[in-house]
């Protein structure tokens, strides 16, 4: 069955990087367009980032544009999140899900990893 496995979280200080890389299996990886997705404790999840099938097209989140990358190794079957200069408000559950289709639902999700940010 596919499953997607996020890891590299953890803590850090403010001002700190982190990476994050979700691993894909039972998926033809490179026929995904693959995002990255946060939820804090007591909000809503939203969208981090994303990145097509072939790394052409990336899209961010305002609020992390500038100081997160994303990136995909299509012979690893994983993507990766480079988070730098990080905030006390990037404290998220961190999860990443792949997408076939070209609409914004995603067909698959990780379980998602724990990022906190402390001064």
């Known amino acids: 069955q596919v499953q997607l496995v996020e890891s590299g979280g953890g803590l850090a200080q403010t001002g700190g990087s982190l990476r994050l890389s979700c691993a894909a299996s039972?998926?033809?990886?490179?026929?995904?367009?693959m995002g990255w997705f946060r939820q804090a404790p007591g909000k809503e999840r939203e969208f981090v980032g994303s990145?097509?099938?072939?790394?052409?097209?990336?899209y961010y989140a305002d609020s992390v544009k500038g100081r997160f990358t994303i990136s995909r190794d299509n012979a690893k079957n994983t993507v990766y999140l480079q988070m730098n200069s990080l905030k006390a408000e990037d404290t998220a559950v961190y999860y990443c899900?792949?997408?076939?289709?070209?609409?914004?639902?995603?067909?698959?999700w990780g379980q998602g990893t724990q990022v906190t940010v402390s001064s």
């Open positions: 039972g998926l033809t990886f490179s026929s995904y367009h």
């Open positions: 990145i097509s099938r072939s790394s052409i097209s990336l």
């Open positions: 899900a792949a997408r076939r289709g070209l609409g914004i639902s995603y067909d698959y």
